[in-house]
């Protein structure tokens, strides 16, 4: 059975400085509700007096309403390396007779260490090993192991949840292939059961050490090059399973990536009275695309920059912050310009990002002039 283990394969590289380009949508209601013009100012909105009257004098500067795409997004440091490491965990004693060294790379049907001269085999899946698999069993763990054994070569029984009679006989022609006693019994300890081919991070125990149940054999992580990112907690609704980021590598390449497992990490506090857990976000994300994955084989490990995408909006009018005014009575606006004269012209925001904000409004279109502060 294969217990969860520390963080991130490898140390850290080099924090980068971290960039943030968060919405400010929600800052700008903030204001409209506390009130004040100082509070709008704050956040380089300006105040109308009244959204009805002429303006009584032409803005300093204007600028026009475009149509383009917005992001809003967050920018934070990562690691690069192969992921979350994961402590192997033996479920029976014994001596180590041998063990894999750290860097190894062990696929479905090889030993991933041995017991009293018998081997502890990797197959592929989901579920943790947490019983002896024999004839008369029913379970997702019975299709597991039919389903590697099918994979390895062996036949002559239904990758079903059964296990039975003939499902032992190929239980045998592979124990006899493994060189060990043909008893038809998977025994708990001899199987571990993990997504798949792994990499030997390291090694927790020497070969000839005396293991007993629940020892720490090694530990492990997926081959394939991946980015570790903690996050607040606040942060976490950014980064679900399935959620598309993209990674900067030391040499500037964008990577296209995906986040591939989300994991709340819980770091006790000292003995102190105000020393309090901790909560963090582990975030491991995959890289997708073939040129970012090229890229990042050129390093062991490395600092990167993830940028997580928070909103999009395409296609939508926008104006510079600075010119989303705070209207008297309530709401926002913007100071049109026709020519020598100007007005107040009440919008409904929406997304900010890149130092704009998006618009809507009655008569606003792409092209309107609009004021904006010196």
């Not at 032409?58 to 997004?73: G, Y």
């Not at 296990?163 to 300890?189: C, I, N, P, S």
């Not at 980064?239 to 030391?250: I, N, Q, R, Y």
């Not at 819980?266 to 020393?275: F, H, L, S």
């Amino acid at each position: 059975m294969l217990g969860a283990g520390g963080g991130p394969a490898g140390p850290r590289g080099a924090k980068r400085a971290r960039r943030s380009r968060r919405g400010r949508l929600a800052l700008a209601l903030v204001v409209l509700i506390a009130g004040g013009a100082a509070a709008a100012a704050a956040l380089g909105l300006g105040r109308a007096q009244d959204d009805t009257a002429s303006a009584p004098a032409l803005p300093p500067k204007t600028a026009e309403v475009d149509r383009r795409d917005l992001k809003d997004s967050k920018s934070t440091d990562g690691s690069l390396g192969f992921g979350t490491s994961r402590t192997a965990i033996s479920r029976i004693g014994g001596t180590l007779t041998g063990v894999a060294e750290a860097g190894d790379t062990v696929g479905r049907g090889k030993a991933l260490y041995e017991v009293d001269d018998v081997p502890v085999t990797l197959m592929y899946g989901p579920t943790p090993a947490y019983r002896a698999l024999k004839s008369g069993l029913e379970g997702d763990d019975v299709r597991q192991l039919e389903r590697n054994l099918a994979a390895l070569g062996y036949s002559g029984f239904t990758v079903d949840e059964e296990f039975t009679d003939l499902t032992a006989d190929a239980v045998k022609e592979w124990q006899e292939d493994l060189g060990v006693k043909e008893t038809g019994t998977v025994d708990l300890g001899r199987v571990v059961f993990v997504p798949g081919e792994v990499r030997v991070d390291s090694v927790e125990a020497e070969q000839g050490a005396a293991l007993a149940p629940g020892g720490k054999v090694l530990a492990y992580t997926g081959t394939g090059k991946a980015v570790t990112v903690e996050l607040e907690p606040a942060d976490q609704d950014m980064a679900k399973e399935g959620t598309k980021v993209e990674v900067v590598l030391p040499d500037d390449t964008v990577a296209k990536g995906v986040v591939e497992d989300v994991t709340t990490v819980i770091t006790p506090g000292g003995n102190g009275e105000d020393d309090e857990a901790e909560t963090t976000v582990e975030v491991v994300i995959g890289l997708t695309d073939a040129k970012g994955r090229k890229a990042a084989d050129s390093y062991a490990l490395a600092a990167v920059d993830v940028e997580f995408t928070a909103g999009t909006r395409e296609d939508v009018l926008t104006v510079p912050v600075s010119a989303l005014l705070a209207l008297s009575e309530g709401g926002f606006g913007v100071e049109v310009v026709e020519g020598t004269a100007t007005r107040y012209a009440p919008v409904e925001p929406g997304l900010f990002a890149d130092g704009r904000v998006e618009i809507t409004g009655d008569g606003i279109t792409e092209g309107t002039k609009v004021g904006v502060p010196e």
